[in-house]
């Protein structure tokens, strides 16, 4: 099992910045791909926000590429994201996701952290 513990969601006027952090064990980020993914609207699908694959190589979705930033903290094993420029379309309920292999393999998801965004 792998837990993963989301903190730093907020409200923030459009234009604003927030923080995002998932606690995570440090063995998780070897073996597992890691992800922020959000929910826009109840019954809405989850969308990929941002990937930080366990080689180091990351992905953005087009609507956040160049306002969003995640990286791994190795001193306190987290997986942050930096948004910044945020627009009210960014609220969502955001979750840390990690997509893992080997004696973890599995999918596992945060509680999540709601993000409001005011115009």
Do not use: H
Not at 78 to 87: E, R, Y
Not at 102 to 112: A, H, S, V
């Amino acid at each position: 099992q792998v837990q993963l513990a989301e903190s730093g969601g907020g409200s923030v006027q459009a234009g604003g910045s927030l923080k995002l952090s998932c606690a995570a064990p440090g063995y998780v980020f070897r073996t597992c791909d890691m992800s922020w993914k959000r929910r826009q609207a109840p019954g809405k699908e989850r969308e990929l926000v941002s990937l930080l694959k366990s080689d180091g190589t990351t992905r953005y979705a087009d609507s956040v590429r160049g306002r969003f930033t995640i990286s791994q903290d190795k001193a306190k094993n987290t997986l942050d994201l930096q948004m910044n420029s945020l627009k009210s379309e960014d609220t969502a309920v955001y979750y840390c996701a990690a997509d893992c292999w080997g004696t973890l393999e599995g999918n596992y998801w945060g509680q999540g952290t709601q993000v409001t965004v005011a115009s």
